[in-house]
């Protein structure tokens, strides 16, 4: 049976990584990790102009060039991130910088708080849920640097979290997405519930083996039943 499942999981995972991506038209892309001990899975989703959303590619460590099997290109595609320069530039590196990059909005919000007391968690989350609430572009610039002033205040360390993301929480209004397109492009959620999934099947493995591909190939082959 360990062998079947070995066998079945590596098929699995090199199905994933080696899909022919050419014939579906993709407008976004969520990238995001799974992390097990101490390795990071590295999950890219694509969502087509019809909505559906397929497993793009996965690996340790860092993301998978899509674009080498046959990811079009050629319209401006939405990346959606957990945050990082790291990864802002790779997108840039491998895909160009004529697409747009929005950060997960969840993801940024969490990271600002890890600096503020928690006596000022209450009015941050209210500015910032104002600002991503905001049907105008230019005034929810207006309310960012507002809150970026508020924050010299008080951290240096959260104003430059929040200056790091260079507004790019705000890419989706820019692009004028209302209701419930804007909340799913907000941030990663969509490819964090994949991951809820793939966690209940992966619970049961007690030792995990950093020095071999198990990780990818459980991660993998669960991929395959959402």
């Known amino acids: 049976m360990s062998r079947a499942f070995i066998s079945g999981s590596k098929k699995d995972l090199d199905g994933i990584n080696s899909r022919d991506l050419s014939s ?20 890219g989703v694509g969502i087509t102009s019809s909505g559906d959303k397929f497993v793009l590619g ?4 860092n993301s998978e ?10 319209v ?48 941050f989350r209210r500015r910032w849920k ?22 010299r205040t008080i951290n240096i360390e ?23 397109l804007r909340k799913t492009l907000l941030s990663t959620n969509p490819i964090e519930s994949i991951f809820d999934k793939v966690r209940m099947y992966t619970n049961r493995v007690k030792r995990w083996r950093s020095n071999s591909d198990q990780i990818t190939r459980w991660v993998a082959s669960n991929l395959y039943k959402i």
């Not at 802002?88 to 697409?99: E, L, M, P, S, T």
């Open 24 to 43: 579906y038209d993709f407008v976004v892309v969520m990238v995001d990790g799974i992390e097990f001990v101490s390795r990071t899975v590295i999950v």
């Open 58 to 61: 996965l690996r340790v460590g």
């Open 65 to 74: 060039n899509f674009k080498g099997r046959g990811l079009s290109t050629t």
């Open 76 to 123: 401006p595609l939405l990346f959606v991130i957990d945050g990082g320069k790291a990864l802002n530039k790779a997108i840039v590196n491998i895909f160009g910088d004529h697409h747009f990059i929005q950060r997960c909005v969840r993801h940024k919000e969490r990271n600002i708080l890890e600096y503020l007391p928690k006596k000022y968690h209450y009015e």
């Open 130 to 151: 104002l600002i991503h609430s905001m049907n105008s572009f230019d005034e929810a610039v207006v309310e960012y640097k507002n809150l970026s002033l508020w924050l």
């Open 158 to 180: 959260a104003t430059a979290s929040l200056e790091e993301s260079n507004m790019e929480t705000l890419t989706a209004l820019k692009l004028r997405a209302h209701g419930d």
